[in-house]
C-alpha cells in the first residue's frame, strides 16, 4: 500500500512539472483572429531537424526555407531558424524533413529564447501543404484571401493523399478499386476543375 501511494506521488510531481512547462494551445480563433494576432505569416518547408520532439514546451526547433512571406518582415528564399509547435492536438509531430507548411508565427517572448519566431499557440496555426508549387505568391489582394487560397489548396492535396493512401490499402487487402473516381467533387472544386456540362 504504501508503494503504491509513493508512486502515485511520484507521478503526480513529473505530471504537473510537465504540464507547467507545457505551453497551452488556444482554441481555434477564427481566420481573421488567426491572421490579426500573427506576427508573421509563411510557406515554409522544413530543411533540417534541431533540436528533439517531446521538449516540456511541446515546441522543437528546425531550420526552415521560406518560399514565401504573407505577413511580416521575414524575408522569403532565406533560411531561418524557428521553434515549431503541433498545434493540432496530435502526438505525432507533422515536421517531417522536406514537408511544407503555411504557418502563423509570433515574435520570442523573452530574449534567452532559441528562435527570433515561434508557433502562435492557437489551433490552426499550422497547416501542412502540397510539397510543389510555392513560388510564386498566392492568388488574392488581401492576406486573407491568400490565406484562404492556401486552405483551399491544402483541403485539395489532402485529399487527393488520403485518397491514394486509402487505394493502396484496400490493394494490401485484395480488393479491387472501381474504375470511377471517389475523390470528392469539393477536391475538383478547390483545383479549379469544372463538371462537364452536359
Known sequence: MKKKCIMAIISLVLLVTLVSNAVPIGYY????????????IVILRIDRHLSGFGSA???STHECFIYQTIKGDIPKNTRIKLQLMNTEGSFATPYAWGSTHLMFLMKKAAEDEPTDYRTLTFKGAQI????LGHEKTPEGKTIEQKVKKLIKNAIAYQAEEHQKRQKFLKTMLGQREDRKSSAPADVDKARGRREPSD
Open 57 to 59: 514546451t511541446h515546441y
Open 29 to 40: 480563433p477564427g481566420l481573421k483572429k488567426l491572421i490579426d494576432s500573427a506576427d508573421a
Open 128 to 131: 501542412l501543404l502540397s510539397p
